[in-house]
């Protein structure tokens, strides 16, 4: 394989800058504790100062004189006086000191709003959290909620962004309508429009709830480090993976943390499926997926059910075989793709037979992107034509060791449409835009770990790989270069990772790749040779 170039953000003198940046904000940090004392005189003598000026200015005109005599005088007895001068340094830097130290009062506890506001709190939790039959209870109508909230974290507006509760063993933890009540109740009354993870200690009695962070919203498409096989879905919590990646948010570079999607025969998610409503960022994650692949050298092919034309850009692309709209050339190119699997398998099933590697043209990624395809089987139907849906059969079932990937994304309201096939093999799911979290649950899995808000940028969700966790998911900036109304810095990226258009008149499928699998028959030394 030929060595491929490093990527732009490890190559270019970014890194070192940042680098260098830290250091010099690491030695500022350090002087600043080193030549604390002398800010602190520094600011004391300056206050002295202006206290000086301010007690002259407000002596009457006919007393400065005497003043000024006086104050010669004593400094001409401090001059005089053993050790007088050293005495008077030391007194004026004690005097500066005093007056220059932090005076800023330490926050000791709640105020009275924040007060006011836990105890609400604990008493909308005393029915969920108490039985008659209790003869000591922690939660009780006029208790004390310092026995239960043992932390708590307020942000500038008087609002709770951290709580520590203790709850009673007897208390249905087990139980996910039991801890949905819970977290519904703490949502609406924390406040709206935020999303809280809960961390329930089952063992414990113990339920932590804080406020997450918004995950960045400003990281376009961009040559992502990651290793031949691996698709960079988006970005998620720190805490949720064991890995970052180096990425430019604008002009600057940072570490995220990336939910990195498996492919190829040893993946045991090798097809994906995004859901979302309309303008949630489904086609968003299909162009960033099909980006990543044609730079790891793969096979493209792209059905466009909804006909909108977001993936023109990549029309008569290298590496991009086909992009259709229609359900006639939809139902041709599945068919094909249906034909190229089992190509596949058949010439590989013959090089291990003669103990030789499987042919090259066999190890080539191939993805099938289909936006929206429920749209085009129903097309068929109407035009009486068969469902496209039923040549994905072959790809979902046996494209995993054929190094053959299937991406669909669909709308809520069309999912039904999908055939069983699509549910039984695309085991990497993601949700994207506003979703209920029965709905969520529906298509992953599992509940999302957190609560799902009203309103969320577009490309903003959830994924779950396989049996693996739920994780939050911010999908990287990937608008439609044509696109106009999208932001030119993330038009101008995805223009910068598009490959070279191909020589001459674009064609669909060549005939070379359009091997049928009776031609192999005929010829097996062909098909079983070494690349």
């Known amino acids: 394989m030929a060595r491929r170039p490093l990527p732009r953000i490890l190559s270019s003198g970014t890194m070192s800058l940042a680098r260098g940046r830290d250091l ?64 008077a340094l030391i007194t004026l830097m004690a005097a500066a000191a005093w007056h220059g130290r932090d005076r800023t009062p330490a926050k000791t506890g709640p105020s009275d709003a924040e007060t006011e506001r836990l105890g609400s709190l604990y008493e909308a939790l005393v029915p969920y959290f108490s039985i008659p039959e209790d003869p000591s209870p922690l939660f009780a109508h006029g208790g004390d909620w310092d026995k239960a909230f043992s932390g708590y974290e307020f942000d500038e507006a008087g609002r709770i962004t951290r709580l520590h509760i203790r709850y009673p063993a007897y208390f249905t933890d087990g139980e996910a309508t039991s801890r949905a009540r819970i977290e519904s109740l703490l949502h609406a009354k924390s406040g709206r429009g935020r999303e809280y993870l809960f961390d329930w200690d089952e063992e414990g009695n113990q339920l932590d709830l804080r406020v997450l962070a918004a995950l960045p919203t400003g990281i376009a498409a961009q040559p992502f480090v990651t290793s031949p096989g691996e698709t960079v879905l988006g970005f998620t919590d720190a805490g949720g993976v064991q890995r970052t990646l180096p990425v430019l948010e604008g002009d600057e570079p940072r570490d995220v943390p990336p939910v990195i999607w498996r492919t190829g025969p040893r993946s045991a998610e090798p097809h994906l499926l995004a859901v979302g409503q309309p303008g949630s960022g489904t086609s968003t994650l299909l162009r960033s997926v099909a980006l990543q692949a044609l730079r790891q050298g793969g096979d493209v092919l792209i059905v466009d059910g909804g006909g909108s034309g977001e993936y023109s850009c990549l029309s008569g692309r290298v590496g991009v075989l086909a992009v259709e709209c229609g359900p006639t050339g939809a139902q041709a ?36 992107l289909l936006d929206q395809p429920s749209v085009l089987a129903h097309l068929a139907v109407a035009e009486g034509g068969p469902d496209p849906l039923a040549q994905l059969q072959v790809p979902l079932r046996h494209g995993r060791p054929a190094h053959v990937t299937v991406v669909v994304a669909e709308q809520f309201g069309h999912l039904e449409l999908l055939n069983d096939a699509v549910w039984q093999h695309t085991r990497a799911r993601v949700v994207l835009g506003p979703a209920a979290v029965q709905q969520v649950a529906d298509v992953l899995g599992l509940p ?81 040779e070494a690349p």
């Open 333 to 368: 190119t599945l068919e094909w793709a249906a034909q190229e699997t089992e190509r596949r398998l058949i010439a590989t099933h013959r090089a291990r037979e003669v103990g030789r590697p499987a042919p090259e043209d066999t190890r080539r990624p191939l993805w099938i």
């Open 448 to 528: 999302p770990h957190t609560t799902p808000t009203a309103q969320v940028p577009p490309g903003r969700g959830y994924a779950r790989l396989g049996t693996g966790p739920v994780h939050r998911l911010q999908v990287p900036a990937t608008p439609d270069p044509y696109d106009e109304a999208a932001h030119p810095a993330y038009r101008q990226a995805v223009l910068e990772l598009l490959p070279e258009r191909q020589p001459g008149p674009h064609r669909l499928l060549s005939a070379k790749s359009l091997r049928a699998p009776a031609a192999l028959d005929a010829q097996p030394e062909v098909a079983a």
């Open 24 to 87: 010099a904000r690491t030695a500022a940090d350090s002087a600043t504790d080193v030549l604390h004392p002398l800010l602190v005189i520094g600011r004391g003598l300056r206050i002295l100062a202006a206290a000086g000026r301010r007690r002259w200015m407000q002596t009457p005109k006919d007393k400065r004189g005497p003043a000024l005599f006086l104050g010669a005088a004593c400094v001409l007895v401090v001059a005089l006086v053993p050790y007088g001068p050293l005495l």
